[in-house]
């Protein structure tokens, strides 16, 4: 088998918008990516109490925001009101958390494409899949209908809120994240439906690389930062590389 499935997407993908120039998982974020020429983005989302699919990649909102606890214990009208810049710097103070209602309004205007991290709080495996994988064909339905825009690539290390989306909208394409090869990994792939997988990067090599391709899927890195190994693993034919670099590197296609 060769890799036949279409693949819109550009071959650099910035790292939470741009998490390190702009606090991460915002709308700063992906402003700062955009104006360095990024059209593609890797972001974290998670429900609210009350379901609100919202960007924020820890299940604790200590190291983002200026609240505590779990992200999934408020509601989102109390998240909204949440400070989820002035942890990076004072230029973002005040800036708000971000739903998933808000990028996409930002990359269907703009024209971007997305990877969208299903990142559930432990325990909301199933319903986080189910409920994103809804918003985003509400949101992205009628740009991919008109040939506007791709939709979403849906990933996770989470193989429940993976099989929760395909149930809920089949047709939307789904990748498998890993950081560690178990001996099952690409069967859960595969069980799923993936187009994809997404590999930590020290996990890839030249016959991994060839093996994966071989069997339909296409291949991904994160975060790859430096350039060498950039440049080793484009060698290796992967089809996407993800980067917190976004100042250092031009995104080419």
């Known amino acids: 088998m060769v890799v036949v499935t279409p693949w819109p997407y550009p071959t650099w993908i910035a790292h939470r918008g741009a998490g390190r120039l702009a606090p991460e998982n915002t709308l700063a974020a992906f402003r700062a990516g955009a104006a360095l020429g990024w059209r593609a983005f890797e972001c974290d989302v998670k429900l609210s109490a009350d379901g609100v699919p919202f960007l924020l990649h820890d299940d604790t909102l200590e190291r983002t925001t200026d609240a505590a606890g779990s992200a999934g214990n408020l509601n989102w009208?109390?998240?909204?009101?949440?400070?989820?810049?002035?942890?990076?710097?004072?230029?973002?103070?005040?800036?708000?958390?971000?739903?998933?209602?808000a990028i996409a309004a930002f990359c269907l205007r703009n024209?971007?494409?997305?990877?969208?991290?299903?990142?559930?709080?432990?325990?909301?495996?199933?319903?986080?899949?189910?409920?994103?994988?809804?918003?985003v064909r509400q949101r992205w339905g009628e740009a991919v209908r008109d040939g506007l825009s791709a939709w979403p690539l849906l990933s996770s290390f989470e193989p429940r809120a993976l099989a929760a989306a395909r149930e809920a909208v089949p047709e939307l394409p789904r990748a498998l994240l890993l950081d560690r090869l178990a001996p099952d990994c690409?069967?859960?792939?595969?069980?799923?439906?993936?187009?994809?997988?997404?590999?930590?990067?020290?996990?890839?090599?030249?016959?991994?690389?060839?093996?994966?391709?071989?069997?339909?899927?296409?291949?991904?890195?994160?975060?790859?930062?430096?350039?060498?190994?950039?440049?080793?693993?484009?060698?290796?034919?992967?089809?996407?590389?993800?980067?917190?670099?976004?100042?250092?590197?031009?995104?080419?296609?």
């Open 77 to 101: 009208a109390d998240l909204a009101r949440l400070d989820a810049g002035g942890w990076h710097g004072r230029l973002y103070a005040g800036e708000p958390p971000c739903s998933l209602d």
């Open 186 to 253: 690409f069967d859960i792939a595969e069980r799923l439906d993936c187009v994809a997988v997404i590999l930590e990067e020290s996990l890839v090599h030249a016959d991994l690389v060839r093996t994966l391709h071989h069997d339909g899927l296409r291949v991904l890195a994160y975060t790859v930062n430096d350039a060498g190994r950039a440049d080793l693993l484009l060698d290796l034919g992967l089809d996407g590389l993800i980067t917190d670099a976004v100042d250092t590197f031009v995104p080419g296609p």
């Open 111 to 135: 024209g971007h494409l997305l990877n969208l991290e299903l990142k559930p709080v432990p325990g909301d495996e199933e319903r986080t899949g189910q409920v994103v994988a809804q918003a």
